[in-house]
């Protein structure tokens, strides 16, 4: 006959096999615990990133529940490659470039010292990393570079520069507006095969896109006919990493004189007539008089 201590310790020992024989059956059957931290590849990045100027373009998809993918590399450059992604929410659909930094570590600022020289951030540590070009200083110039292109963008898109809309700008990624379609997107100005009517219209185009670049406080800082669009009648500008401010950069002036010379020689070799000083002299106007 069992002792009242024993008829106690089987209880308990009852209730704890129970229990266990409870809680691993739970377990076989429970679903799999819920990975909050997982990537959803395809949702879009819209609601987490940087948003260019208000107000937003209509045919801007904005929506928290769009869907996005890449559809490939639409150009690959030393710095950056473009690829084409679509984003889509119901019956919209955007085709958007995104221009992809490569790793910071991995890019070449060979000759980028003209470009940064009035750009400081204040902190004395990462001002001598940038100069000495370590990793931590080259990682952080970078980052200016992605930060200077999408900052031009914002201020030259609002004043009618025909610029790409900048939809976002995410870590090392940019997404433009898409010039041009998914089947053929809007040439280079070097290649775009224009006649001299054409020449003579995209010439009148960019005197008139200068002067509000600079207007705005913007040269371009590399400009030539392989960053200018041909877009069915019209010219789109692109490239804007390198740009500088014409009065406040030590450097502006002469980038800006540099710009002028670039495309005047090349639509002048083309029968453009177009005089370099008047270009020039003009647009030295509108950077001290805006």
């Keep these: 006959m069992p002792t009242r201590d024993e008829k106690r310790r089987a209880v308990i020992m009852a209730a704890k096999r129970n229990t266990d024989n409870f809680q691993r059956m739970a377990r076989s059957v429970e679903p799999p615990p819920w990975d909050d931290e997982e990537e959803d590849l395809e949702a879009t990045t819209y609601s987490v990133a940087d948003h260019g100027p208000r107000p937003t373009p209509d045919w801007v998809i904005t929506s928290d529940a769009a869907r996005q993918v890449d559809l490939g590399i639409l150009k690959s450059g030393k710095e950056a490659d473009v690829h084409l992604v679509e984003r889509r929410h119901g019956a919209g659909v955007n085709l958007l470039a995104a221009k992809r930094y490569r790793k910071f570590e991995e890019r070449l600022f060979r000759n980028d010292a003209r470009y940064r020289s009035a750009r400081r951030t204040g902190e ?3 001002d001598k990393a940038m100069a000495r070009g370590n990793k931590a200083g080259m990682a952080f110039r970078a ?16 004043e009618g520069v025909p610029v790409p809309y900048p939809v976002q700008k995410l870590d090392n990624e940019l ?43 913007v040269v ?33 002036i002469s980038l800006l004189e ?12 083309r029968g453009v007539e177009c005089d370099p000083s008047d270009l020039f002299n003009s647009l030295l106007s509108e950077a001290f008089h805006s």
């Design 124 to 126: 004395t540590r990462l």
């Design 258 to 269: 540099r710009d002028v010379t670039n495309v005047t020689d090349w639509f002048g070799r």
């Design 143 to 158: 980052r200016l570079w992605l930060a200077t292109e999408f900052d031009a963008l914002c201020r030259l898109w609002p």
């Design 175 to 217: 997404m433009l507006e898409l010039i041009g379609s998914a089947e053929q997107i809007a040439p280079r100005l070097i290649h775009g095969g224009l006649d001299r009517r054409e020449l003579d219209r995209a010439w009148t185009q960019l005197v008139e896109a200068m002067h509000a670049m600079v207007h705005c406080g």
């Design 220 to 252: 371009h800082g590399d400009l030539s006919a392989y960053n200018i669009l041909w877009d069915q009648g019209r010219i789109v500008i692109i490239d804007f990493p390198q740009s500088v401010d014409p009065i406040a950069h030590p450097e502006g």
